[in-house]
Nanobody, 118 residues
Framework: QVQLVESGGGLVQPGGSLRLSCAASGILFSITHMGWYRQAPGKQRELVAA???????TYADSVKGRFTISRDNAKNTVFLQMNSLKPEDTAVYYC????????????WGQGTQVTVSS
């Protein structure tokens, strides 16, 4: 059974920091491409950051220079370090894992709420 379990969300003031974690089980984590997406009320889900199995990273323009995605294959965990948070970063953040071996797979976590407000 595949599980992606996010943690680390919460309420933070503008300019603050949070670190999200996503612990994966039931997949070959080291060959899985991992990503963080977010969905704000009334908006579509969007890619925030992604990291390939080879550790190549991709970021949305809106978070470049503020967010950092990383992975620890020994712990089957992907992280999202979020600094200089803004109210517009408020959303539910979802962890995603996908790959192609032995066949295509695409899994989502349950989401964690991040609220940036004074």
């Amino acid at each position: 059974q595949v599980q992606l379990v996010e943690s680390g969300g919460g309420l933070v003031q503008p300019g603050g920091s949070l670190r999200l974690s996503c612990a994966a089980s039931g997949i070959l984590f080291s060959i899985t491409h991992m990503g963080w997406y977010r969905q704000a009320p009334g908006k579509q889900r969007e890619l925030v950051a992604a990291i390939s199995s080879g550790t190549t990273t991709t970021y949305a323009d809106s978070v470049k220079g503020r967010f950092t995605i990383s992975r620890d294959n020994a712990k089957n965990t992907v992280f999202l370090q979020m600094n200089s948070l803004k109210p517009e970063d408020t959303a539910v953040y979802y962890c995603n894992g996908n790959g192609n071996w032995p066949k295509f797979y695409d899994y989502w976590g349950q989401g964690t709420q991040v609220t940036v407000s004074s």
